[in-house]
């Protein structure tokens, strides 16, 4: 079964504006991740935010993370075209094996 | 290092046949997983490997699916016999127990069972 689970399942945006796709998940993490998929290619990890931390920066991308609500959020701001690809978040079940459970991902589309 | 690396990148067979997926990990890194894909499923976790031993295979459907790791640079993910429902892209992916838990994936193998 799928821990994480993202809203939306679809998104389409111009360029420019931001896009922000939401996760939930069910059971206690040590972390929370999220990953990008580009059509046809493998995942690639983006940023990793701790069960500690309320949010985090990198570059465009800002993650928050509510425990309470099992919830955390993927913001990218100033979209561009070649952030179209499919945005996953995962979590470890609070593991510390690695292993990852990937919710059904959302699909971001970004128009010129 | 040039990542994870699997092969074949793509696999047609007909049902019936066997099918064996190959992966190399990063090297150093001591955690492999077993991923399939579909439109239906998603992402689902088939089995993962913790320095060569699997721990933990509940997501492998059927009996028809296993999966070896003989020592620390090869893993291989074997279906026999292949069935038209098993067509997905399978990744592959590898971290370092311990670390921060970033997991690298390969590219994957799709496979198409006609």
């Known amino acids: 079964s799928q821990q994480g689970e993202e809203d939306p399942q679809a998104l389409s945006i111009q360029e420019g504006e931001n896009a922000t796709m939401n996760c939930s998940y069910k059971?206690?993490?040590?972390?929370l991740q999220w990953y990008r998929q580009n059509s046809g290619r493998g995942l690639v990890h983006l940023i990793l935010?701790?069960?500690?931390?309320r949010e985090k920066h990198s570059g465009r991308l800002r993650v928050t993370l509510d425990t309470s609500k099992k919830s955390s959020s993927l913001l990218i701001t100033a979209s561009r075209a070649a952030d179209t690809a499919s945005y996953f978040c995962?979590?470890?079940?609070?593991?510390?094996?690695?292993?990852?459970?990937f919710g059904q991902g959302t699909t971001l589309q970004v128009k010129p | 290092d040039a990542g994870v690396i699997q092969s074949p990148r793509h696999e047609v067979t007909e049902m019936g046949q066997e099918v064996t997926l190959r992966c190399k990990p990063i090297?150093?890194?001591?955690?492999l997983f077993w991923y399939r894909q579909t439109m239906m499923r998603g992402l689902e976790l088939l089995i993962y490997?913790?320095?060569?031993?699997?721990?933990?295979d509940s997501g492998m459907p059927e009996d028809r699916f296993s999966a070896k790791m003989p020592n620390a640079s090869f893993s291989t993910l074997k279906i026999q016999p292949s069935e038209p429902r098993d067509s997905a892209v399978y990744f592959c992916?590898?971290?370092?127990?311990?670390?921060?838990?970033?997991?690298?994936f390969g590219q994957g193998t799709r496979l198409t069972v006609v």
């Open positions: 992916a590898s971290t370092f127990q311990g670390s921060s838990g970033e997991a690298f």
């Open positions: 059971t206690s993490i040590n972390n």
């Open positions: 935010i701790r069960s500690n931390e």
């Open positions: 995962a979590t470890d079940e609070g593991s510390n094996t690695g292993k990852l459970i």
């Open positions: 090297s150093g890194h001591n955690s």
């Open positions: 490997f913790n320095n060569n031993v699997p721990i933990d």
